[in-house]
Antibody, heavy 116, light 109 residues
C-alpha cells in the first residue's frame, strides 16, 4: 500500500518561499506522476502541479513562475517550492500519486499558514 | 471561480440515488477522457472514487458510477448510505493542466 507524507514548516512569512517535501513509502517514485494540490480553509481543491520521476513538470498557469518542483529518486521524495507567498497561499497542501489522470493515493495534508 | 462548475449542494434519503453534475468546456471535460471524482469527508484527505470518466478504483463500491456527455460529466451515487455524506469534487485533465470543480456537498437526509 502506497503511503505519502508531507513535511515542512507550518508557518511562512509573507514574501518568503514555502517549501514542502513528500516522502513516498510502499512503492517506487519512478512508477508514476506525482502531484501537489492545495485547499484553502473552507474552500475547494486547487491543482498546483505534477512531476514525473524524470523531472518533467507541469504546473498551474495561475501560479505563474512561483512554483518549482523537484524529485529525489534516491530518497523516494518529491518537493514543492512556492515563492513570494501571500496570505492567499494559506492552505492545506496535499501531495498525491498520479497526474492528470487522477490521484489514487493522497497524503494526510499539511496546513501552511502565511503570516508575519 | 472554479474552472469546472458543480452544484454547491445535493441531497437524498437513504437508499435513493443522487446525481452530481460537472460542467466544463471542450478544452477539459469534453476534450479528454480523464475526468476524476473525489470524495472528501471533513478534516480528511480526498479519496479517488472514479477515474478516466467511469472507472472505479479497487475497493470503491459499485454504488458509485459516472459518465460523460459532451462537456458535462456526472457522478451517480445509488443506494445512498449515511457514510456517503461528504464533499465531492470533479477534476479534469486540460492539456498540461488540471482543473477542479468547486465541490458539491452531498447531504444524506
Amino acid at each position: 500500500q502506497v503511503q505519502l507524507q508531507e513535511s515542512g514548516p507550518g508557518l511562512v512569512k509573507p514574501s518568503e518561499t514555502l517549501s514542502l517535501t513528500c516522502t513516498v513509502s510502499g512503492g517506487s517514485i519512478t512508477s508514476d506522476y506525482w502531484s501537489w494540490i492545495r485547499q484553502p480553509p473552507g474552500k475547494g481543491l486547487e491543482w498546483i502541479g505534477y512531476i514525473y520521476y524524470s523531472g518533467t513538470t507541469n504546473h498551474n498557469p495561475s501560479l505563474k513562475s512561483r512554483v518549482t518542483m523537484s524529485v529525489d529518486t534516491s530518497k523516494n521524495q518529491f518537493s514543492l517550492k512556492l515563492s513570494s507567498v501571500t496570505a492567499a497561499d494559506t492552505a492545506v497542501y496535499y501531495c498525491a500519486r498520479g497526474g492528470g489522470g487522477g490521484n489514487s493515493y493522497w497524503g494526510q495534508g499539511t496546513l501552511v499558514t502565511v503570516s508575519s | 471561480q472554479s474552472a469546472l462548475t458543480q452544484p454547491p449542494s445535493a441531497s437524498g434519503s437513504p437508499g435513493q440515488s443522487v446525481t452530481i453534475s460537472c460542467t466544463g468546456t471542450s478544452s477539459d471535460v469534453g476534450g479528454y477522457n480523464f475526468v476524476s471524482w473525489y470524495q472528501q469527508h471533513p478534516g480528511k484527505a480526498p479519496k479517488l472514487v472514479i477515474y478516466e470518466v467511469s472507472k472505479r478504483p479497487s475497493g470503491v463500491p459499485d454504488r458509485f458510477s459516472a459518465s460523460k456527455s459532451g462537456n458535462t460529466a456526472s457522478l451517480t451515487v445509488s443506494g445512498l448510505q449515511a457514510e456517503d455524506e461528504a464533499d465531492y469534487y470533479c477534476s479534469s485533465y486540460a492539456g498540461n493542466n488540471v482543473v477542479f470543480g468547486g465541490g458539491t456537498k452531498l447531504t444524506v437526509l
